[in-house]
């Protein structure tokens, strides 16, 4: 009876340490999600400055955008020096997709989620992937929620419940909070490449949806290291030249 | 290497304002934090030398704060704004690269706005000759 229990029992520790061995170690397939193509890892932007040399190159928002009148009056009143979240190190939030791919991007997953860290980013954005249903009783976030499904190799992710008062570009493309965003990912170039296909959907201030394209090259010996915005909020820019100069001799 | 404190700067550099205008050649590339563009104008570059105070290297933008000597003889703090330290760091640049009290050559875009003594970096060269570019 001893040795029925013993072999049980050494039987499902080797179960379990195949399954960890599966899940963690064995060509980044997630044994939670071994049918679908694996973005895990460290991926560089295709646009130069994020030093990828991919000879793929990302697509920009539409101009001129298709705005509605509101969404011309909301575009005509912007100030980059009031209304620009991040000039205050608030979060870029989704879709500044133009932006994104100047910094290196980790994917990694859960059983029941992508989790996005772009290096800028404070936090991670959570996409979830078990279906479940949007909340109603959360606010509106940087990064909005994510759901995504698989449509054969494609993972498409629709975004809600994302905060409005964020813009779509550094020159101040607003964005409502009736704004959806639909993603597809896909892998290219035998996996070597990330398509990220981005498409804003929203009615109040565009009179249709607009698409972005950003690729994506994995970049496995890229390091990212601490981007602490708030440290840096420097006051130069602004400072006339005789108070800068008190700084002279500190 | 010139090595000076920031009160005792014991060679006159001097601040060559020779704005070059550089049609239709805008470098920054819009990088948040915020885009050069905003705050500088980057149609045209003024070239200023001095001496090494501080490299600032952090998020969201890094900054050469230098010493430059003006045409009266007075000293002058500079900031020459640029790329985050993370993007720097890619290309090459490190957080100890330059030695306070180090002569150099900085090219820029001059702030908009009237006595600034800022500039969007767009390259510095050491007094050995070699040039520092923040993007190509």
């Known amino acids: 009876m001893n040795d029925i229990r ?9 179960l379990a340490a195949a399954g960890v061995a599966l899940l963690l170690g064995t060509g980044g397939v997630w044994a939670a999600d071994a049918e679908h193509p694996d973005f895990t890892g460290m991926w560089l932007g295709g646009d130069g400055i994020g030093q990828s040399t991919t000879a793929r190159k990302s697509t920009s928002w ?17 100030d980059p020096k009031t209304d620009d979240p991040p000039e205050d190190c608030m979060p870029w939030g989704l879709p500044r997709n133009e932006v994104f791919t100047f910094y290196p991007m980790l994917l990694t997953r859960t059983d029941n989620m992508l989790l996005m860290t772009l290096e800028y980013e404070p936090v991670p954005r959570r996409i979830y992937l078990d279906g479940r249903d949007y909340p109603t009783d959360i606010p509106p976030q940087w990064y909005g929620y994510s759901v995504g499904h698989w449509e054969g190799d494609t993972l498409v992710v629709e975004t809600r419940n994302i905060r409005e008062e964020n813009i779509i570009t550094t020159d101040g493309l607003p964005q409502s909070d009736q704004m959806k965003v639909i993603e597809r990912y896909r892998l290219l170039d035998d996996g070597n490449t990330l398509e990220v296909e981005t498409t804003a959907i929203d009615p109040v201030y565009y009179t249709e949806p607009m698409t972005i394209t950003v690729y994506w090259e994995r970049a496995d010996d890229v390091e990212q290291h601490e981007f602490v915005c708030a440290e840096g909020l420097i006051e130069n820019i602004t400072t006339p030249s005789s108070e800068q100069d008190k700084e002279l001799g500190d | ?35 050069g563009a905003v705050y500088f104008d980057m149609n045209s570059q003024i070239t200023v030398e001095g001496v090494v105070d501080e490299f600032v290297f952090k998020a969201p933008h890094a900054v ?23 993007l720097l760091f890619r290309r090459g640049w490190r957080f100890n690269m330059f030695e306070k009290g180090e002569k150099i050559k900085v090219t820029g875009n001059p702030a908009k706005e009237a006595d600034r003594h800022a500039v969007e970096l767009q390259q510095v060269v050491a007094e050995d000759g070699t040039v520092y570019k923040p993007f190509d």
């Open chain 2, 1 to 35: 290497m010139l090595r000076v404190s920031g009160r005792r700067i014991v060679r006159t550099a001097a601040v060559t304002l020779a704005a070059m205008v550089a049609a239709g050649a805008v470098i920054g590339p819009a990088v948040a934090h915020h885009s």
């Open chain 2, 64 to 86: 050469l704060k230098f010493i430059v000597v003006n045409d009266q003889g007075e000293q002058e703090l500079w900031r020459a704004e640029t790329l985050p330290a993370n």
């Open chain 1, 62 to 78: 539409p101009r001129p955008a298709p705005l509605t009148e509101a969404g011309k009056k909301a575009f005509a009143a912007y």
């Open chain 1, 6 to 14: 013993w072999t049980v029992r050494c039987g499902a520790r080797v």
